[in-house]
């Protein structure tokens, strides 16, 4: 642990793990807490509730594809529902700064409101602070969600299996590069935009049409990819064996990331799960991804091993490289 707080604790990678671990879990943890899932879900009398909770400090506010209202929106419901949940209700806590237009926080809100509306949830109780100028880059907006988990369903790190593969529904790293090209200036002769959507409408097409066969679901927001899968192998205690020339990658993100010297399966999404799933109905699980929209290039790009909760990658040259945790964040502040 380092002594003080860096930019890189808040990037989901190793240094997140050991912030969470060595403070956060060291005081309040607990069964739920300690899981790390994308939503924890606490049984009742009355079934089961998935809840989850997050702040959304993007800089810039506005980007190509979204701003942080659609962003806020689209990242507590995605949280609910790759642990298998409806998601029903949100709240929202705006953190203003003191000298931001009203029209650009009218925007925002009609936004989300826009966002949540496509998504079928509703924003239910919230708060506003205005903080002083220079404290807030604009706005920070903090969320809680809530969803009902279908009595009988269960994503558990617990059901993941050898031979399962692993499944992404598109493109990968497109609202990473986004956002650090609005940061830096940058223009691109493609257009290129950030991949955020909310995703429970179809992962709920996809649980009642393919039940058991999915067994494990996650978003791959901070830490991209690579980092996601790495939680995942750990926890489950199985190796991943990704394949570099099934990762659909947009020419424009491998060109630039290429350039910039950056790995896009350490890139941020926001309109992306992964999944782990029996390999018998993978195919037609990929087939109907590929129907819904903006999903055109989902794929099966690796396999689940038995082994020690190890990631690798099968290069396009024949070669195998371990991927671990990112370490170090080239783009700070991505949702």
């Given at each position: 642990?380092?002594?003080?707080?860096?930019?890189?604790?808040?990037?989901?990678?190793?240094?997140?793990?050991?912030?969470?671990?060595?403070?956060?879990?060291?005081?309040?943890?607990?069964?739920?807490?300690?899981?790390?899932?994308?939503?924890?879900?606490v049984k009742s009398e009355h079934g089961s509730l998935a809840i989850t909770t997050d702040s959304f400090v993007v800089k810039p506010v506005f980007f190509p594809g979204g701003n942080i209202g659609k962003l806020a929106v689209v990242g507590t419901v995605n949280d609910l529902a790759v642990v298998g949940a409806v998601p029903k209700y949100l709240t929202a806590g705006f953190i203003i700064e003191e000298g931001m237009l009203i029209s650009q926080l009218e925007e925002i809100v009609k936004t989300m409101a826009a966002t949540a509306h496509e998504a079928g949830v509703q924003v239910i109780a919230g708060d506003t602070k205005v903080v002083e100028r220079g404290s807030a880059d604009l706005?920070?907006?903090?969320?809680?969600?809530?969803?009902?988990?279908?009595?009988?369903?269960?994503?558990?790190?617990?059901?993941?299996?050898?031979?399962?593969?692993?499944?992404?529904n598109g493109s990968i790293g497109d609202h990473g590069l986004?956002?650090?090209?609005?940061?830096?200036?940058?223009?691109?002769?493609t257009s290129l935009k950030s991949d955020c959507a909310p995703l429970n409408m179809q992962i709920e097409v996809l649980l009642q049409?393919?039940?058991?066969?999915?067994?494990?679901?996650?978003?791959?927001?901070?830490?991209?990819?690579?980092?996601?899968?790495?939680?995942?192998?750990?926890?489950?205690?199985?190796?991943?064996l990704l394949a570099e020339d099934n990762l659909p990658i947009n020419e424009v993100v491998a060109g630039m990331a290429d350039m910039l010297g950056l790995d896009p399966l350490y890139l941020a999404n926001e309109g992306k799960f992964l999944m782990i799933a029996n390999k018998i109905a993978a195919k037609?699980?990929?087939?109907?991804?590929?129907?819904?929209?903006?999903?055109?290039?989902?794929?099966?790009?690796?396999?689940?091993?038995?082994?020690?909760?190890n990631v690798f990658l099968k290069t396009a040259f024949g070669g195998t490289k371990i991927l671990d945790l990112l370490v170090g964040e080239p783009l700070p502040r991505i949702c």
């Open positions: 642990m380092t002594e003080r707080i860096l930019l890189a604790h808040g990037d989901g990678g190793v240094l997140s793990h050991q912030l969470i671990t060595g403070v956060f879990h060291k005081y309040l943890g607990n069964n739920q807490l300690n899981q790390l899932n994308d939503a924890a879900i706005v920070y907006i903090n969320t809680t969600g809530i969803g009902f988990v279908p009595e009988g369903r269960n994503l558990a790190y617990s059901r993941i299996e050898a031979g399962n593969v692993i499944i992404i986004t956002i650090m090209s609005q940061r830096a200036g940058l223009e691109f002769i049409e393919f039940g058991d066969d999915i067994k494990f679901m996650r978003d791959p927001t901070r830490g991209g990819v690579a980092t996601t899968i790495k939680e995942i192998a750990t926890a489950s205690g199985y190796d991943m037609k699980i990929v087939e109907k991804i590929n129907k819904f929209p903006g999903c055109s290039k989902a794929a099966i790009i690796g396999d689940v091993k038995t082994g020690k909760g």
